[in-house]
Each structure stands twice: as structure tokens, then as C-alpha cells.
């Protein structure tokens, strides 16, 4: 992305003021969203992003505080195969997700109207409006928060990495050597601490923006209460002919891409694997827990009606 | 023992052995220690089939534990009388629904539980399933009344 970096030094003294300008008032808004116990959510217009990646080193200095210091060496761990995930080494990568590195920008050659075009597409955690990696955390170190935000608690995360297996997009990334296993059985059970985009959740309470959006010259990214921002987005996709991602990607996000080139078009460009998330189709992961928790339900009612009917034909056969 | 007891007998310890398998295979163990690589057992490295298995044996414990209730109110057997091992194990097994429930409940889109509240619930469920495994292992080579 060298052509950005001239790009990037033009941008930052001039746009970067009017840009936080615009964001602090729709977080604002946010933050009385909030208030109300409603959900935030992003918009990302990916026409706009310029690939610039302000946003990403926006990300690592303000959660710099957040990222592991890890101990080492790393204890022994069992049974043989146990991969430690050493990441303290590699603090500078920012071309995917990492413990240290939320946030990143993918990119995307695509063919529109005949021209040729590299489409950048910021990538980070989508924040699920039911969130598996939460729902599914076996010690409740992944928590949600009242305005949508979800997080891992890494006082509490134990590193087994069932967040990331289940996640649609496997965003959290393990760093081995940190948290509470050490206290624990370390040679046994947990490999160290999850991490992923919080939403600067701390900056949101504190009534800031977060740091990607404030440092974000072309002002890709609209934060705001989710109703009012899907709204944007379905404004901004009809005003380009585009699309929308992360609406009803499972069971719906509290992210919107708007892209100019359908979705399936760009995950079939972008490069995907570890710590470099798709951009797929994803059904709703907790759908079949809900239909089933529907028939826990009527469980009683079916043990009611068998002991019921039991009693019914016993005292028929007594009489 | 009736025909009747011996099924529900037999679908009590079914449905034991899998809602704790798939209750421990919640925690990321069984790749790690190779378990699921016998073969035949990878299933229980796969997050969402045992949380659906979870559940799915759930409701039968649920459904088979009503039935118990109210068929012991209604047909009361002569000269049957609960134990306070029985007791004991009931409770156990209430305050397994009871959590589980409310865990269930907390899955439910829309439903953010404080961090506090899950931990208590997962300790809680955790401890009482160790609980009901050591009831079961104590009473193992008697002559164990499953309900
Ligand atoms: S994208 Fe993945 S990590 Fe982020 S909230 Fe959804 S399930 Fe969790
Ligand atoms: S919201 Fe905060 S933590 Fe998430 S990507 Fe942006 S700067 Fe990073
Ligand atoms: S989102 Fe903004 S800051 Fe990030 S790369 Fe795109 S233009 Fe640059």
C-alpha cells in the first residue's frame, strides 16, 4: 500500500479533526443509545477506505495496555502435541488478526464497470447481536455487554480457544504464556489468554469514540445506535447500487460492510485463513439451541401427560 | 422390576452418560487429550453437535423426570418410600435443570447475563454434576436405584 503512505501523511493533519468531529457527535448518540440499554453498531463503507491503515495503528496504541505480557518460558505442557501460540515476537504483524493486533486491513482486486479496482475492506470482530464465542464460553470469560459489545475478559480467559473454533469467522487469537491457567493446573488445562477487537468498549464508557473511527482520515466507519445505523446502511447501499454484510450473517451483527461489489464476489478474491476472516454467507450458529430450547419447554408438559396417561389406563384395567 | 421401571431404567442411564460427555465435551478437553481421536468419538470435538446433544438430552431429562414426579403422586407403589439418599439425588438433579435452565435462558439472543451470573451458573452446574458422579461412583456395585 505504498501509494497510501503520501496519501496517509496528506490526510492525517487535515481530515483526521473534521473526521473525529463527525464521529464524536454519532457517539454521542451512541452513548444515549446506551443509555436507553439499546445496541451500538458500526457502519463500514468499504467504497470509502482508502487502505491508508491509520485504523490499525489508531488500534494498537490505544489497547497497547490490553495486549499480553506473557511469561517465559513458557510452561511444560501436557499431554506432548500441546501447541504453545508465542505472538509476543511478532507484535509488529498487522497484515491479520493477532493477540496483538486487532484489526486489519483485507484487500480485493475486483472488476467494476469494466475497470479494474483494489478494494480495501477493514476486518476486525463483527460483534454479534448473539455472539457463540460469549454463549459458548464454558467460564463466562467472553461477556457481553448491554450495548452490544462483546469482549474477553482476560483475568478470567483460560486460553482454551473454544471462542475461536466457534466463531463463524474464528476472530479471537491465542497468546500462550499469559492469564489465569498459570495460576491454576498450567501443565494440564488452559494455553494462556483470547484476544480480539473489545469495540474500545473503556473509550465507549468513558463517552469517546473508539480509536479506529476517530483516526480514520476518509470517515469509512459510522458508529451509532443500531436501528438509526441500519438504516444508514440500507440508505447508503440503494444510494450505490451495493450491498450489505453483517446484517443477517448469524443471526445478524452489529456491523455493516456496504460494499459496491457483492460479498461472494469479494470472498472469492480476498485471501482467507488464520487470522484472515472470509466474508461468506454465515447461518445463524445459535439457531439450533433456540428451536431446542423451545422443546425444553414443552419437555414438562410431555412428562405430565405420559405419567397422566399412565395413571388413566391403570385404573381403567382396575376397574 | 416392571417393565415399565426397567425402561425408564435403561433411558435414565442413557441419558446420564451423554448429557455428562457432551456436558464436559463444553470445555475444549477432548481434542486436547486425544479423546476424540478414537474413532468414533471425533463428535465430541464438535462444539455445536454436542451443544445440540446437550440439550436434545436435556429435554428427555427433563420429560423423563416429570413423568417420575407425577407418576410417583398419582400411583404411589405400596410400600415405596424415598430415602434421603434419593432424596439427596433429586435435589442434585433439580438444581441441574434449575441451572442448566437458566443457562439455557442466558443463550437465548437478547439476553446478556452479568459475567458474574454466568460463572456462578457454570461453577454451579459443574459442581453439581461432579456432585451427582460422586453419588453415582459411591453407590457403584450396589444395587443402584437410578430414580
Ligand atoms: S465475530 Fe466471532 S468473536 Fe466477534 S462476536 Fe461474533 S462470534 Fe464473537
Ligand atoms: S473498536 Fe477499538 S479495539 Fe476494535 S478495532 Fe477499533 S480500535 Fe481496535
Ligand atoms: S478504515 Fe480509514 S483508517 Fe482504516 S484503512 Fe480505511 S481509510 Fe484508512
Redesign the pocket.
Known sequence: MGHAITRRSFLKGTLTAAGSIAATSSVARAAAAMDKGEAIATLIDISKCVGCEE?VH??KE??ADKYPKPQKPFPKMYPKGVKAEDWSDKTDVIDRLTPYN??YIQSATVDMNGETKELTIPR?CMHCTNPPCVKLCPWGSAIQLDNGISRIDADICLGGAKCQTVCPWLIPQRQTGVGLYLDILPAFAGNGVMYK????YNRIAEGKV????EACPENVQTIGPRDEILKQAHELAASMNGYIYGENENGGTNTFYVSPVPFDKLNSVIEKGKGKPHLAAVSESMGTGDKLAMAMLIAPIAGVVGAAARFYNMSKKES | MRLNEKIIRYIYIITFTFLTLTGFAQMPIFKRYHIADIPGLGWLAQFYITHAMHYIFAVILIGLSTYICVDYILNKPQGYTITSRVYAKSIIILGLIITGGLMVFKNLSGTPYSPFMISLLDLSHLTLCMALLFYFILLLGRSVRFY
Do not use: F, G, T, V
Open positions: 485504523c489508531a488500534c490505544a489497547n486487532w484489526l476486525r477487537c473489545d469495540r474500545c473508539p480509536a479506529c473511527i
